[in-house]
């Protein structure tokens, strides 16, 4: 059977895209296929696992067809397109460059001329994948044409807890620290909530500030501008020691302002987490009806929602229910043929 290997730009442990190479590359490998992972800049931890863009990598590049994972523009995208195999695109989106300038221009640059260099897989690419119908637009827009949509396919709990609220909320958020996710909106809505409806309650802040320290900074300052209390920012943690979080979560808040699919909304609901958030790019497909989505930044209002959520059994029984539901939709067993079809010009 045909070889299928998938590059990526980096790879590291606890990355989303990474993860999802991971349970591709096993899928492959169940079918019969031969595949690899291939990336320009490897971590530490996964070398050996993951084979480095040098000299032999290159050659696992023109072995068989090849899946290109975009999410920001680097040296992999000219290298997939000079690839002698058929070529496949999934594409992750990438960030509008102006929703980080302030913080990191030179990555708005690079994500900038990510968006921008789409046009030039026109024509070029036998499979076509997007996490969700908001990335399958982009794809449309730069003249790519149809795309596959195909959820990601997380690992996640057996099964779905349902927890009543404690008498001291805790309000979880989890993702890079950056400010597309719009944390100073998320600290402002927390401590609006701790100060009219629970004193005792707490926000942590799950993330790596790397590349965005200037930004950490500021939500700093933030915190102690409005004087809001028991605030934490983990940074850097496990998978293991973020799923406790997420055990120890009442609500999960997400005030993101673009997002091609949000893994932590459904990590939130795997766990047992109602989630509030705004209704912003891939975020009201990505929850598909399992949560509480609100329009904008009206902080009151979010206010009141997270002491809905966090206060009312029957609430969090019907999202429960929604949760469910949702959760069956991704399940692998949903998933994996929906993957197979979509790389069904690759497989051979």
Known sequence: MAAVHQLLPAAAPRDAITGQAFAWRDLLRTWGHESEIVAEFVH????????????????LVDDGALLLRYALWSATAEVALSASGPLGLCYHNITPG??????????????????????????KVAALVADSTFNASELREAGLGEAAVVPLLLDRPAELPRREASTEP??????????????EHVIKAFALYQRTHAPEASLVIVGSEVGFE????????????????????????????????????????????????CAPL??????????????????????GGAGVLLDGDDLPLVSEALDELASSSATRAGLYDAAERRLEALDP????????????????
Not at 267 to 286: F, I, K, M, N, Q
Not at 333 to 348: D, K, Q
Request: some cysteine.
């Open 214 to 261: 200037s930004y950490r900074h500021a939500l700093d300052v933030l915190v102690a501008q409005i004087g809001a209390r028991r605030v934490l920012f983990t940074g850097p943690i496990s998978s293991e020691a973020r799923d406790a979080w997420y055990r120890r979560a009442d609500v999960y808040l997400s005030m993101s302002v673009h997002e091609g699919f």
């Open 98 to 123: 102006e929703l980080l300038r302030d913080y990191n221009p030179a990555l708005a640059d690079l994500c900038d001329r990510g968006r921008a260099a789409l046009a030039g897989f026109r024509d």
């Open 266 to 287: 459904i990590e939130a609901l795997a766990h047992g987490v109602p989630v509030v958030a705004r209704a912003a790019g891939a975020v009201p497909e990505t929850l």
């Open 333 to 348: 067993s949903v998933l994996g043929p929906r993957i197979r079809s979509a790389l069904a010009p690759l497989l051979g």
């Open 44 to 59: 530490p931890e996964l070398a050996g696992t993951v084979r480095t863009l040098d000299r032999a990598g290159r050659g």
């Open 170 to 183: 805790v309000v979880v958020t989890v993702g890079r620290i950056v400010p597309n996710k719009r944390l």
